[in-house]
């Protein structure tokens, strides 16, 4: 019988890719979706629960599986509201990763961000990294952190920053090498792929940077 994947977040970027990978996957049976809209998939792996993800608490019955794969993610312009964007980055990870443990889940996968730390004085930079403590506190057995660094690829919405700096980043990754290569925009699609890897092979590393997500993601493993 194969396995089952929840997939926090599929309405994303990151997500969305990732529920591509898990469909053609054949070690998935299902894959459980908990996000406020639809991904409007026509799998029959995909199952569906239109759920406020604020209050995950709510669904511990159905929160049941082999594995948690959570891409949720928001930025200070699509959430200026510091209490929202908290129960966001925050909050959310750290009730699946608790719901995860209850349930006897045995691994929970989590997209943080590079320069996440509990200490910053950098309010996006402390939430991630109260994320990740307190994440690990929950004490699920096969926890993984991937902290990528600017993420590319097409987005729905217009962020003229990032866009900026995306155009930046691409011009100085070639001169970004050695120890500064984490430094490096990287694609959703290996992070995705990463995850996915990472799910299977049980590596021992927790943290995982951007250099090492691309080595994962283009390592023969599949």
Do not use: W
């Not at 510091?82 to 209850?102: C, F, M």
């Amino acid at each position: 019988m194969g396995k089952t994947a929840i997939i926090l977040g599929a309405t994303g970027l990151t997500g969305g890719l990732l529920l591509d990978q898990l469909i053609v996957d054949s070690t998935y049976d299902k894959i459980k979706l908990f996000s406020r809209s639809s991904v409007a998939s026509t799998s029959e792996k995909v199952e569906e629960y239109l759920a406020d993800t604020l209050e995950l608490e709510l669904y511990q019955e159905q929160f049941t599986g082999d594995e948690v794969f959570c891409c949720i993610g928001t930025t200070a312009l699509k959430t200026p509201n510091k209490k929202k964007y908290k129960a966001i980055d925050y909050g959310i990870p750290v009730s699946a990763a608790t719901l995860a443990k209850r349930n006897g889940i045995a691994t929970f996968i989590v997209l943080s961000s590079m320069g996440a730390d509990s200490k910053s004085s950098v309010f996006y930079s402390k939430t991630k990294g109260e994320m990740e403590c307190d994440v690990l506190l929950q004490n699920v057995p096969h926890t993984f952190i991937l902290r990528p660094s600017l993420i590319g690829g097409h987005r729905n919405e217009y962020r003229l920053g990032e866009k900026i700096a995306k155009v930046a980043m691409r011009l100085l990754n070639p001169i970004l090498i050695g120890d500064f290569k984490k430094f490096r925009i990287i694609h959703p699609e290996k992070i995705a792929k990463c995850m996915q890897i990472v799910a299977r092979s049980k590596t021992q590393e927790v943290f995982l940077d951007s250099d090492k997500i691309l080595i994962i993601a283009n390592s023969t493993v599949s």
